[in-house]
């Protein structure tokens, strides 16, 4: 069955296995406003250079690596993560690398981005990072072997943003504990609402999903909300927050760019895409998706999943027909290759599709 689902900011739970199950949670239709920047949800952790926006992704093509990232705000500190299955012993350490980057009249924190690597599958890790009286500590359960018997659940969010609304998607995410890993369709922030798209709210929504990306791994696909492209002051190469902040491991699905890569994560296959790449013919994304889609082995992973910010499918008037051109160039392969299952977000609405493949096959002798 290919599926294409439309998540906006509704919230679901995806059971890879056998059956699925769907949130009834919905969001009022009414726009909400941005929690102020001295909200209880966006504050710093105690201890001075303290780290904070934690989060972790998946680091590697199976699952045996992850990559955790955070920010320390006074200085550089260690880049060093202190990890182990015992929460008192944490007796392996892995460094990772610190970077900083400046946007409009914006200087980042020091932000840090560390691999942990062979890891064992199914397993509670626990990890540490910080210097001196302002450690912190954490925990992260890796996925089980990839193969097809094994059950994983994902959850879907997309288009969070940081109101009112946005804290009460993540509590309800929270309040059902059986999600996994957050499959996240794109647009993050939103601090591209803001004059000269104000950074400090990509750290205080780094902040704000804390309490949930620092424990379980969000795998990241790139909205329009992350372009954050204003030439006219002097910021022309897109994505620069995004991508300084919020790695992948594309590289080991041999792709180009952190926007579009693959990975394996129990029973499913994961290809995420760009909706503001270019995808023309020739391009790197194109290439890259040619290629991959003959690697997907579907006695390994019987699940295959598609993550793409703006849906080829809408019929809202909101976004209308904006993933149409994608549509165009890649529904025809997503249909060969038996795409299981496409999230996008974009919309802020909930729409589910069944296929829904027009491609006209007109004989040329006609
Ligand atoms: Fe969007």
């Given at each position: 069955?290919?599926?294409?689902?439309?998540?906006?900011?509704?919230?679901?739970?995806?059971?890879?296995?056998?059956?699925?199950?769907?949130?009834?949670?919905?969001?009022?239709?009414?726009?909400?406003?941005?929690?102020?920047?001295?909200?209880?949800?966006?504050?710093?952790?105690?201890?001075?250079?303290?780290?904070?926006?934690?989060?972790?992704?998946?680091?590697?093509?199976?699952?045996?690596?992850?990559?955790?990232?955070?920010v320390t705000p006074s200085?550089?500190?260690?880049?060093?993560?202190?990890?182990?299955?015992?929460?008192?012993?944490?007796?392996?350490?892995?460094?990772?690398?610190?970077?900083?980057?400046k946007y409009c009249n914006?200087?980042?924190?020091?932000?840090?981005?560390?691999?942990?690597?062979?890891?064992?599958?199914?397993?509670?890790?626990?990890?540490?990072?910080?210097?001196?009286?302002?450690?912190?500590?954490?925990?992260?359960?890796?996925?089980?072997?990839?193969?097809?018997?094994?059950?994983?659940?994902?959850?879907?969010?997309?288009?969070?943003?940081?109101?009112?609304?946005?804290?009460?998607?993540?509590?309800?995410?929270?309040?059902?504990?059986?999600?996994?890993?957050?499959?996240?369709?794109?647009?993050?922030?939103?601090?591209?609402?803001?004059?000269?798209?104000?950074?400090?709210?990509?750290?205080?929504?780094?902040?704000?999903?804390?309490?949930?990306?620092?424990?379980?791994?969000?795998i990241w696909t790139a909205?329009?909300?992350?372009?954050?492209?204003?030439?006219?002051?002097?910021?022309?190469?897109?994505?620069?927050?995004?991508?300084?902040?919020?790695?992948?491991?594309?590289?080991?699905?041999?792709?180009?760019?952190?926007?579009?890569?693959?990975?394996?994560?129990?029973?499913?296959?994961?290809?995420?895409?760009?909706?503001?790449?270019?995808?023309?013919?020739?391009?790197?994304?194109?290439?890259?998706?040619?290629?991959?889609?003959?690697?997907?082995?579907?006695?390994?992973?019987?699940?295959?999943?598609?993550?793409?910010?703006?849906?080829?499918?809408?019929?809202?008037?909101?976004?209308?027909?904006?993933?149409?051109?994608?549509?165009?160039?890649?529904?025809?392969?997503?249909?060969?290759?038996?795409?299981?299952?496409?999230?996008?977000?974009?919309?802020?609405?909930?729409?589910?599709?069944?296929?829904?493949?027009?491609?006209?096959?007109?004989?040329?002798?006609?």
């Amino acid at each position: 069955m290919s599926v294409a689902i439309n998540v906006g900011v509704l919230l679901l739970l995806l059971v890879v296995a056998c059956n699925a199950e769907t949130s009834r949670y919905r969001r009022k239709l009414e726009a909400s406003e941005d929690m102020p920047f001295d909200s209880d949800v966006f504050r710093a952790p105690p201890g001075y250079n303290s780290p904070q926006q934690v989060h972790i992704t998946q680091g590697d093509h199976d699952g045996k690596g992850l990559i955790v990232s955070w920010v320390t705000p006074s200085d550089a500190g260690s880049s060093a993560v202190r990890f182990g299955v015992e929460e008192k012993k944490l007796d392996q350490v892995a460094i990772g690398k610190v970077l900083r980057y400046k946007y409009c009249n914006y200087t980042s924190g020091f932000i840090h981005h560390c691999t942990l690597k062979e890891l064992k599958h199914n397993t509670m890790y626990f990890y540490e990072i910080g210097d001196g009286n302002s450690t912190r500590k954490f925990h992260f359960i890796t996925p089980p072997n990839v193969g097809p018997d094994v059950r994983y659940t994902f959850g879907i969010i997309g288009d969070l943003g940081q109101t009112f609304d946005s804290n009460r998607t993540l509590q309800h995410y929270q309040s059902n504990p059986v999600g996994q890993t957050v499959l996240y369709v794109g647009d993050l922030s939103y601090a591209d609402h803001y004059h000269l798209h104000d950074n400090r709210r990509w750290d205080s929504w780094g902040r704000f999903v804390e309490r949930v990306a620092a424990y379980q791994p969000w795998i990241w696909t790139a909205g329009n909300h992350e372009l954050d492209f204003l030439p006219e002051h002097a910021e022309p190469f897109p994505f620069k927050p995004f991508m300084s902040r919020y790695p992948t491991p594309y590289k080991v699905s041999m792709s180009t760019s952190p926007l579009w890569y693959s990975i394996k994560r129990g029973p499913a296959y994961i290809i995420v895409l760009s909706s503001y790449s270019a995808y023309g013919t020739y391009t790197p994304q194109y290439e890259w998706l040619l290629q991959e889609l003959p690697k997907v082995n579907r006695s390994e992973t019987p699940w295959l999943i598609v993550l793409v910010h703006s849906p080829w499918y809408n019929s809202y008037e909101y976004h209308f027909m904006e993933g149409e051109t994608m549509r165009v160039m890649f529904e025809a392969w997503l249909v060969a290759y038996k795409v299981d299952i496409v999230f996008s977000g974009h919309v802020h609405a909930y729409e589910r599709s069944v296929i829904h493949f027009l491609l006209l096959l007109i004989p040329a002798f006609i």
